[in-house]
């Protein structure tokens, strides 16, 4: 399947579910009440698609001033650990939203288990002792109904017997599953009696040993919705097939009119990044990236340390809106708004990441001057600073070269160029090494410049940043390229792994920064200038992420695109 991007689409403001919403408020069944819930599994990191799912399900209760509930989906004791409730619960608020008490689905198992009993008792639900695989194979196809169970005609006393035994923990693992008793010819996969309870003998984070058995995710869902008094169930797209069996269990419990209602939405899909929680894991394990906060990742925690402001975030997923149709957006269009907010609020600094020494010989021995810097010029109130400058300078060695092609107009052999915040500057020397590489530049700078400006009023076509070599301090900077090449990784049915970008990393030592770097907070992001956004890193002082370049790659591609139509 060819995939291509949803491009800028923007549903900001109202969109199908705020309209659903509003119409119940006023007319519908809740008596104007709006309760929603967010439902993670603890099995994992939070991700950017779930701040997409927090964001809706938050948003939209704080919008209908109803409420919204943080609900662990705690089903598979397997893969769940309590660890990840702190760290689930830690991100959501981080998001900027108050995850309120927690509430998890094992707090009503006792109320899940009589309730199948009820449905037993019905003449609902069956114990199957058929495996896994052959209840799999005997589902039928889209064009050929299911074949029934020889244990589907069982009698309530014998069901009931085996249901309360498989409570008990008289049987193994897969040994016995208990069924809805629905249609195996039905039009709908969903409906032909699937299963409601699995046999897992396995140690549960919360109730420990005391269930053998645990519901399954359309058994347990909906029940604890209506437990909880949920209005709008809001899920993602791949349940809407299962929503004619949400409403069948809640119909056939009899739990009355003021119930909840399923209500899917497109899940969130950027591309060059991979949000299922199987292959996130993968590239942890195998070592793919340093770990689930890794700069890299599209978790909260990876984007967190990326630099990414929750404030971007929101604002991303309020401008892609929710819709019924799956898409995949560009990752440059949540970077652009990453971009918009650090150029509004980070503070700018001088960092030199290639650096090369560059002597200004003119300069008088043993001198220091303070040169005066803006801070933010977006935001007057951040102010200015004093960058130390002195006659041994670092810049990038990217800013010079020996013999410049027409279209270079920074620094080379006789060319003059200003030093940000600095003075104007004329090569008149090159050392060179061995190989012919650069190893130090000789300039003389005019005192009449200082700012960056000549009396005489004559142009320089570049400014370039430095650092002053006797007071710059040594540092990190990581500088992070797509983790895949592809723009839709395993889209075409390929392991998405395949197109790993094995650059996705760079890692430059010995960068060279202006002495207030040392005061950045942890976490903190800054623009260094020319360069790009950087965020300091939260435990290792003086190692700084990039977070997004300075050019506006969205806006490039917004015009491309223009072009092409
Ligand atoms: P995975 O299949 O990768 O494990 P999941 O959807 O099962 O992901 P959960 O922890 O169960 O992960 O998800 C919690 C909630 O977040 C669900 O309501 C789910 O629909 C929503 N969600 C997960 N991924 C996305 C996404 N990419 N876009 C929108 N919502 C999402
Ligand atoms: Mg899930």
Same mark, same amino acid.
């Given at each position: 399947m060819k995939e291509t991007p949803i491009g800028s689409t923007s549903n900001s403001g109202s969109d199908f579910i705020r309209e659903m919403l509003a119409e119940d408020a006023s007319d519908g069944p809740y008596g104007g009440r709006v309760q929603t819930r967010f439902p993670p599994e603890p099995n994992g990191y939070l991700h950017i +698609?779930?701040?997409?799912?927090?964001?809706?399900? @938050? +948003? $939209?209760?704080?919008?209908?001033?109803? /409420?919204? %509930? &943080? %609900?662990? !989906?705690?089903? *598979?004791?397997?893969?769940?650990?309590?660890?990840?409730?702190?760290?689930?619960?830690? !991100? /959501?608020?981080?998001? +900027?939203?108050? =995850?309120?008490e927690s509430a998890y689905a094992s707090d009503y198992f006792a109320q899940l288990a009589q309730w199948a009993e009820q449905l037993i008792r019905n003449g609902l639900a069956y114990v199957d002792d058929q495996d896994a695989e052959t209840i799999s194979a005997n589902r039928g196809g889209f064009t050929t109904p299911g074949v029934n169970s020889p244990y589907r005609d069982r009698t309530v006393e014998e069901n009931l017997d085996l249901f309360a035994r498989m409570r008990a923990g008289e049987f193994a693992d897969g040994e016995k599953v208990l069924r809805a008793k629905i249609d195996m010819a039905h039009d709908n996969m969903a409906m032909r009696d699937p299963v409601m309870y699995r046999i897992r003998n396995a140690h549960h984070f919360r109730t420990g040993n005391e269930w053998k058995i645990y519901p399954t995710y359309d058994w347990a869902h909906g029940q604890s919705d209506a437990v909880e008094g949920t209005t709008h169930s809001l899920c993602t797209l791949e349940f809407d097939t299962h929503r004619p069996l949400y409403d069948w269990f809640i119909e056939q419990l009899g739990l009355g009119n003021d119930r909840p209602r399923q209500t899917e939405f497109a899940r969130l899909k950027l591309t060059h990044t991979v949000m299922s929680k199987r292959k996130l894991l993968e590239l942890v394990r195998d070592g793919h990236v340093d770990g689930w906060d890794d700069p890299r990742m599209p978790t909260l925690r990876g984007l967190r340390r990326r630099g990414y402001p929750p404030e971007a975030i929101r604002a991303f997923c309020s401008h892609i809106g929710v819709a019924r149709v799956n898409g995949t957006h560009e990752i440059e269009l949540l970077e652009s708004f990453v971009r918009t907010h650090h150029n509004q609020h980070a503070l700018r600094r001088m960092a030199v990441l290639d650096p090369v020494e560059l002597v200004i010989d003119n300069w008088p021995e043993g001198v220091t001057d303070e040169r005066p810097a803006?801070? *933010?010029?977006?935001?007057?109130?951040?102010?200015?600073?004093? /960058? =130390? #400058?002195?006659?041994?300078?670092?810049?990038?060695?990217?800013? @010079?070269? &020996?013999? =410049?092609?027409?279209?270079? #107009? %920074?620094?080379? =052999?006789?060319?003059? /160029?200003? &030093?940000?915040? +600095?003075? &104007?500057?004329?090569?008149?020397? $090159?050392?060179t090494g061995a190989d012919g590489e650069v190893v130090r530049i000789h300039c003389d700078y005019d005192p009449e410049t200082a700012g960056g400006q000549a009396p005489d009023g004559r142009k320089v076509k570049a400014t370039i940043h430095w650092v002053s070599a006797q007071h710059a301090i040594g540092g990190t900077v990581m500088l992070y390229d797509r983790l895949f090449t592809d723009p839709f990784p395993g889209a075409d049915g390929s392991d998405p792994l395949a197109s790993l970008n094995p650059a996705s990393r760079e890692v430059r030592t010995g960068c060279k920064f202006e002495p207030s770097l040392a005061e950045t907070p942890a976490g903190q992001v800054v623009q260094f200038e020319r360069l790009g956004y950087f965020a300091h890193d939260q435990q290792d002082p003086l190692t700084f992420h990039r977070t997004v370049g300075l050019r506006d790659e969205w806006a490039a591609i917004q015009r491309r695109q223009s072009q092409q139509s």
């Open positions: +698609g779930h701040a997409k799912s927090i964001a809706l399900n @938050f +948003g $939209v209760a704080a919008e209908f001033d109803g /409420v919204c %509930r &943080l %609900r662990f !989906d705690d089903t *598979n004791p397997e893969t769940e650990e309590a660890s990840f409730i702190e760290a689930i619960r830690q !991100d /959501v608020a981080w998001l +900027g939203f108050e =995850p309120g803006i801070n *933010n010029p977006e935001d007057e109130s951040a102010g200015t600073r004093k /960058v =130390p #400058f002195s006659g041994k300078l670092w810049i990038e060695r990217g800013d @010079f070269m &020996l013999n =410049p092609p027409k279209k270079f #107009f %920074r620094l080379a =052999p006789g060319r003059e /160029v200003r &030093l940000r915040a +600095g003075y &104007l500057i004329t090569c008149t020397d $090159v050392e």
